[in-house]
């Protein structure tokens, strides 16, 4: 499937049931609210999509369904990270078979490797498959950063073709640019830095609240880029709070009580996770409701094709 790393890619969140088994009905109605939308691409098993803790057969079947939800319409994307090189290959060829459309990879996970290690990482997978590869930069949550100069030898992988920007550095798209031009597709991979790094260049947003709220994200993405600055400069100052739930360590309990909010979601989470109990509960249940109440009316005019 060739499409472009551009426009908005939500970090799917996984929905469980009571029973801690995969909720693919729940799982399908935030997806299709998310086509609605007008979103670009899906990301599974990423951070938000609790990787860590699911099962092969899971994730073979978060793909499975994921495809057949979007029937060719956008391309879904499948995270690696993993603490070695050989089974980093093997979900390679997994995410394969199953009929991802592109690969998010991950630095090693649980060793900290340095510059060459780090190449060596990332060019091994690329050769090892023809999937396009979106190379995941957040040093702040994964202790390794890919530099400039590091990226500078991964550019003959041509199949490296986009980077989810994390670093937290908003100078890091022009720096890339200034270095690269167009050979990588810059994708903020931080809400809170969203309308900032577009602005600066990124093509698109990994974005985390577009689970809760794909909408006002789209709409948020399309003012940008139609140069529309004023109205987006509102839209995102009314978002920033529920933005600022993507960058806690618990991201994911906060942006799943979001979407059970907002009828889109629950908030069952998979161990060691816990849902949210009493006074935290009820702080991030006063952003949402407080976002609510003031929540714009978006009647957007722009589709996938206009930008």
């Not at 899906?42 to 057969?57: D, P, R």
């Not at 057949?68 to 070695?84: C, R, T, W, Y």
């Not at 400039?148 to 073709?161: H, T, Y």
Request: proline fraction near 5%.
């Amino acid at each position: 499937m060739q499409f472009e790393w551009k426009g908005i890619f939500p970090a799917l969140t996984t929905k469980f049931s009571e029973s801690d088994q995969l909720d693919l009905l729940l799982f399908e109605k935030n997806a299709r609210a998310q086509l609605q939308a007008g979103v670009h691409g899906f990301v599974l098993g990423g951070t938000l999509g609790e990787a860590s803790v699911l099962k092969e057969q899971e994730k073979e079947e978060l793909v499975r369904c994921a495809l057949n939800i979007v029937n060719k319409k956008i391309p879904v994307i499948l995270n690696i990270a993993e603490g070695s090189t050989a089974e980093a290959l093997r979900q390679v060829k997994l995410a394969e078979e199953w009929g991802a459309n592109g690969l998010m990879v991950l630095p090693p996970m649980r060793y900290k490797p340095d510059e060459r290690e780090t190449v060596h990482w990332f060019r091994t997978i690329a050769q090892a498959t023809q999937l396009p590869i979106m190379i995941y930069n957040n040093p702040v949550d994964y202790k390794t950063e890919v530099t400039p100069g590091m990226f500078s030898e991964l550019a003959q992988e041509l199949n490296i073709q986009a980077v989810k920007e994390s670093t937290r550095d908003v100078t890091n798209v022009t720096r890339m640019i200034n270095r690269f031009g167009d050979r990588f597709h810059l994708l903020c991979g931080v809400d809170t830095l969203a309308m900032e790094e577009l602005l600066l260049g990124a093509r698109g947003w990994v974005a985390g609240l577009v689970c809760a709220f794909p909408a006002e994200t789209v709409h948020l993405y399309h003012l940008i880029k139609a140069g529309k600055t004023d109205e987006a400069a509102t839209l995102y100052r009314w978002f920033m709070p529920l933005l600022e739930l993507d960058i806690h360590p618990k991201l994911v309990q906060y942006i799943k009580l979001a979407e059970a909010e907002v009828g889109l979601g629950s908030e069952q989470v998979r161990l060691p996770r816990l849902p949210l109990t009493g006074e935290e509960r009820q702080n991030i249940l006063n952003i949402i409701h407080q976002a609510l109440k003031q929540r714009p009316v978006i009647n957007s005019h722009f589709t996938n094709q206009s930008i």
